[in-house]
């Protein structure tokens, strides 16, 4: 057991590198964006482009592991991610920074679908839940210590603490720390076995049988074995030939429609949107850039304290429930941030104005006493002002002086939002989509789901800023309450349970020759 967590640990450190870039993006679009003076698209590229990156990955990365095994692809993951670290911090250019990011998109996207996979792959079914959810904790790892480094470098700058910090180099120095776990990442794959389900594929008994000894002991080791061996002398005749047709055959039609709800649903709410833009949308609420900062922190300390929550009971209470009340709960949660956005009003003295410290204030002495009910008509009047490019270095303090609202009721939706995403959608659906699909569809099922997650992913995070700008913080987060409240009636009817199975019964129940 100690192995197994060990291996899972190390291959789900991809999963940790994916949460620290996604998490460090938040904050460095906020430097790098008014330095590169980005427009809404420009902005929500550079944040997307790894998403649309990973969608290609994903497709591609399960059927190729299929062929010349999970390690071998895992250790180029941990490379790529290292290149995409140091060129991003070098990055010169708005294009050489998407590039570079779309490096790391590569990366993350093969790492989400083949960690749980090989992780399923070495695990039992008394344990495959819990140690799949590792790929989940690490994330949300990542998440935590990319919000906090970005919290640090940005305090030691405004502080003027750090003499060599500045505001053209800080953002860098948040991308390129990334690179120190992806050197770690690279030199532990070397570590882990190959997986032994893929083993058995290629014929390599011997070596997978001393695989499973090495995880689970002698005995068990050896049920494992023929279990395996069973699955994959039953599909033997079709095994050499899978094609992604196959995967719409009707045998294979509930998995499918299964998968693919949750592989949609998992991103459509929006958690992506929240992770990317969280100190772009804590600013929103008019508790100042620091505060912003500082509130990621918080946010990314729920993620991992219910992912942990996520882990003690996936194997107790089951897939199913947790799915079910997390889903529910995000929708209320996604919904009571729209109805704080939408109290809120935003007003300017003169002697909030005299008390900026940008160039150009006086041009805002025009709205001064001026009542603004909603963030898309006060924002549109201070651009036109300022320009988009002094708006958005300056974004922050000119929110903390106007608005007035409850921030903390926003506040509690959001981190609502994220404990309820963090205890099911998150961790539930990888370790599902590990366990739904027959071993001789499972590399390419779970690319094909894992490329639509992405799709989605990659499209609310183009689209964000855009709804930020045209349809305002109120409606933008009631559209993704809205989409969760429809998915958690679509899911009550169709989602099984799979806890306590092995991957051969949950096979001989959901598929159907």
């Keep these: 057991m100690k192995k197994s967590l060990f291996v899972a640990f190390v291959v789900s450190l991809g999963g940790f590198l994916f949460g620290f870039d996604a998490g460090i993006i938040s904050g460095v679009m906020s430097y790098a964006g008014p330095e590169f003076?980005?427009?809404?698209?420009?902005?929500?590229?550079?944040?997307?482009?790894?998403?649309?990156?990973?969608?290609?990955?994903?497709?591609?990365?399960?059927?190729?592991?299929?062929?010349?095994?999970?390690?071998?692809?895992?250790?180029?993951?941990?490379?790529?991610?290292?290149?995409?670290?140091?060129?991003?911090a070098y990055a010169t250019s708005y294009e050489m920074l998407y590039i570079a990011r779309m490096?790391?998109?590569?990366?993350?996207?093969?790492?989400?679908?083949?960690?749980?996979?090989?992780?399923?792959?070495?695990?039992?079914?008394?344990n495959r839940g819990q140690l799949v959810s590792i790929q989940q904790l690490n994330i949300v790892l990542g998440f935590f210590a990319a919000f906090l480094s970005n919290y640090f470098f940005n305090k030691a700058f405004t502080s003027g603490e750090s003499t060599f910090l500045?505001?053209?180099?800080?953002?860098?120095?948040m991308l390129g720390v990334e690179f120190l776990p992806a050197i770690l990442y690279f030199?532990?794959?070397?570590?882990?076995?190959?997986?032994?389900?893929?083993?058995?594929?290629?014929?390599?008994?011997?070596?997978?049988?001393?695989?499973?000894?090495?995880?689970?002991?002698?005995?068990?080791?050896?049920?494992?074995?023929?279990?395996?061996?069973?699955?994959?002398?039953?599909n033997k005749a079709v095994e050499e030939n899978v094609r992604l047709k196959d995967l719409f055959k009707p045998?294979?039609?509930?998995?499918?429609?299964?998968?693919?709800?949750?592989?949609?649903?998992?991103?459509?709410?929006?958690?992506?949107?929240?992770?990317?833009?969280?100190?772009?949308?804590?600013?929103?609420?008019?508790?100042?850039?620091?505060?912003?900062?500082?509130?990621?922190?918080?946010?990314?300390?729920?993620?991992?304290?219910?992912?942990?929550v996520a882990m003690f009971l996936i194997d107790r209470m089951g897939r199913r429930p947790l799915m079910l009340v997390g889903v529910g709960g995000i929708a209320l949660s996604l919904l009571i941030c729209a109805y704080g956005f939408n109290q809120a009003t935003y007003n300017l003295s003169s002697e909030k104005i005299a008390r900026f410290e940008f160039n150009g204030k006086e041009k805002l002495e025009g709205f001064s006493g001026q009542t603004f009910n909603n963030d898309l008509e006060f924002k549109n009047a201070m651009?036109?002002?300022?320009?988009?490019?002094?708006?958005?270095k300056n974004e922050g303090v000119i929110l903390e002086a106007a608005t007035s609202m409850n921030a903390v009721l926003v506040l509690i939706g959001i981190l609502g939002f994220i404990a309820c995403f963090a205890f099911s959608l998150g961790p539930v659906m990888w370790v599902m989509l590990s366990e739904l699909f027959p071993n001789m569809y499972?590399?390419?099922?779970?690319?094909?789901?894992?490329?639509?997650?992405?799709?989605?992913?990659?499209?609310?995070?183009?689209?964000?800023?855009?709804?930020?700008?045209?349809?305002?913080?109120?409606?933008?987060?009631?559209i993704f309450g809205a989409i969760a409240l429809v998915g958690f009636f679509i899911m009550l009817n169709i989602l099984p349970e799979t806890k306590g199975k092995s991957l051969e019964e949950i096979e001989q129940d959901l598929v159907k020759a």
């Design 37 to 88: 003076n980005l427009s809404d698209g420009q902005l929500g590229w550079a944040v997307s482009s790894p998403s649309f990156a990973s969608m290609f990955a994903m497709l591609v990365s399960g059927r190729l592991s299929d062929i010349i095994g999970r390690k071998r692809i895992l250790i180029m993951v941990a490379f790529l991610y290292a290149l995409s670290a140091i060129l991003s």
């Design 383 to 392: 651009k036109s002002a300022l320009g988009n490019q002094v708006y958005s």
């Design 442 to 478: 499972r590399g390419l099922a779970i690319g094909v789901i894992g490329f639509v997650n992405s799709f989605v992913s990659w499209l609310v995070q183009q689209v964000f800023p855009w709804e930020l700008s045209n349809l305002g913080n109120a409606m933008s987060f009631f």
């Design 187 to 234: 030199i532990l794959m070397f570590f882990v076995p190959k997986s032994p389900r893929w083993l058995f594929t290629k014929n390599r008994r011997e070596e997978a049988v001393l695989v499973l000894e090495s995880m689970h002991g002698a005995s068990l080791a050896q049920e494992e074995a023929h279990m395996i061996v069973d699955s994959l002398e039953k």
């Design 251 to 308: 045998a294979l039609k509930f998995v499918m429609i299964v998968g693919l709800v949750i592989g949609v649903l998992q991103q459509i709410t929006g958690i992506n949107a929240i992770y990317f833009y969280a100190t772009s949308i804590f600013k929103q609420t008019g508790i100042g850039t620091d505060a912003a900062f500082a509130s990621g922190i918080l946010l990314s300390l729920t993620t991992v304290a219910f992912t942990i």
């Design 103 to 126: 490096i790391g998109g590569l990366a993350f996207g093969a790492a989400l679908i083949l960690a749980p996979t090989y992780i399923a792959e070495i695990s039992s079914a008394k």
């Design 166 to 173: 500045t505001e053209a180099n800080v953002w860098r120095w």
